[in-house]
């Protein structure tokens, strides 16, 4: 069940405009003496999106209720659009799961925020938007829709109302995967097309770097890293960030100047290092199964899952790491296989040993 938390619309006739700011400083929150949110400071610039991931019980979704003013932080400070404590607008919230009412029809829900919210033509800005979230049973009551329905028709009444800023917790946790990116991917479009500024939640770490302008990942109730997309999985080495992206395997290297050499091949380093051993962090996509009599490393197959467009299969090689790779969903493994691994032609990140 979706909760949808409705905000003030904006006067009649407003032209559209960026959303809102965010800002949070120190923000800290507690629940029976155990600390949820740690010294949380956090930035959202109008209109884009900020995602957050990171492990069950992070924070995340306590940050959200923070930043909408549904829950208070026991210390620290939340800014929305320069505005503090009462002053601060509400924003809009849609989650995973809440009641609904127990009367109401899905169109009629989404026309009277529409209506509300000062459209020329409630219709058919209902219509466009049920398109947006791929809703189809529109007359039907919204307590007989399904849990992903109801997720659909929360995302239609929040966008109704034409918010300045909005929060997202797992809003799309119930839809099957693909269903998922296809309502994910209008969903985005729409948000960046109104400049709304959106923080969303979720567990699924592909969707967060799909949708994020900047993403948070989180753990026990602290930022642990915060970046573009691509900024924050290159950081691999960080053993928080592997945590919450992985997974990730270490195999033993040496470190020549620009360059570390691994399983007997010479790849370039991301990054600068001291000469001498270490460990190169790598990704699963990143590993190769390859030729008996190609450059790497030999192998067994531990295990091996059949993940639909990949295969994740875990090797014990013969200098005794346990290295992950993805590869093709033909190529079945089985356990206790012979195989060969190597390492792409990629800049490889490397940490000290111990």
């Known amino acids: 069940m979706v909760a949808v ?8 006739g407003e032209a559209p405009r960026s959303g809102w700011s965010i800002a949070l400083r120190g923000v800290h929150r507690e629940r029976a003496g155990v600390s949820i949110l740690r010294d949380i400071d956090l930035d ?4 884009t999106i900020v995602a957050l991931v990171g492990p069950s019980g992070c924070g995340a979704s306590t940050l959200l209720r923070v ?18 404590g009462a002053a ?14 127990r009367f109401g029809r899905v169109r009629a829900a ?25 809703l189809d049973p529109a007359d039907k009551s919204v307590r007989r829709l399904s849990h992903g329905d109801r997720q659909r028709w929360a995302l239609a009444r929040a966008l109704a109302a034409r918010p300045q800023a909005l929060v997202l917790d797992d809003a799309l946790a119930a839809l099957h995967t693909t269903a998922r990116a296809e309502t994910r991917d209008r969903l985005v479009r729409e948000l960046r097309d109104r400049g709304v500024t959106t923080l969303w939640a979720t567990r699924d770490t592909a969707e967060a770097a799909a949708v994020a302008d900047h993403l948070v990942l989180m753990d026990e109730g602290r930022i642990v890293a915060a970046g573009r997309p691509d ?3 290159a950081r691999i080495a960080d053993a928080a960030v592997a945590e919450v992206l992985g997974p990730v395997s270490a195999v033993p290297g040496i470190v020549e100047g620009l360059t570390v050499e691994v399983w007997g091949q010479e790849l370039p380093l991301a990054e600068s290092a001291h000469d001498g051993h270490c460990e190169v962090v790598v ?10 009599d190609s450059p790497g490393v030999d192998g067994v197959v531990e295990d091996s899952t059949f993940l639909g467009s990949v295969r994740r299969s875990t090797v014990l090689t013969s200098d005794g790491s346990r290295v992950v790779v993805e590869h093709a969903p033909e190529q079945r493994l089985e356990d206790r296989d012979t195989v060969r691994l190597a390492l792409a032609i990629v800049p490889a990140t490397v940490r000290p040993i111990g």
């Open 110 to 134: 989404i026309s009277a925020a529409a209506r509300h919210a000062g459209d020329d033509d409630p219709r058919a800005e209902t219509d466009r938007l049920l398109d947006v979230v791929g």
């Open 44 to 47: 959202v610039a109008p209109g």
């Open 5 to 12: 938390t409705p905000m003030d619309p904006s006067p009649l």
């Open 88 to 101: 601060a607008p509400r924003i809009a919230e849609v989650r995973d799961r809440t009641p609904v009412a």
């Open 67 to 84: 930043a909408s003013g549904v829950e208070r932080a026991d210390a620290g400070t939340v800014i929305v659009e320069g505005r503090t």
């Open 283 to 292: 990704r699963p996509e990143n590993v190769l199964l390859v030729g008996a």
């Open 231 to 233: 900024e924050v999985y």
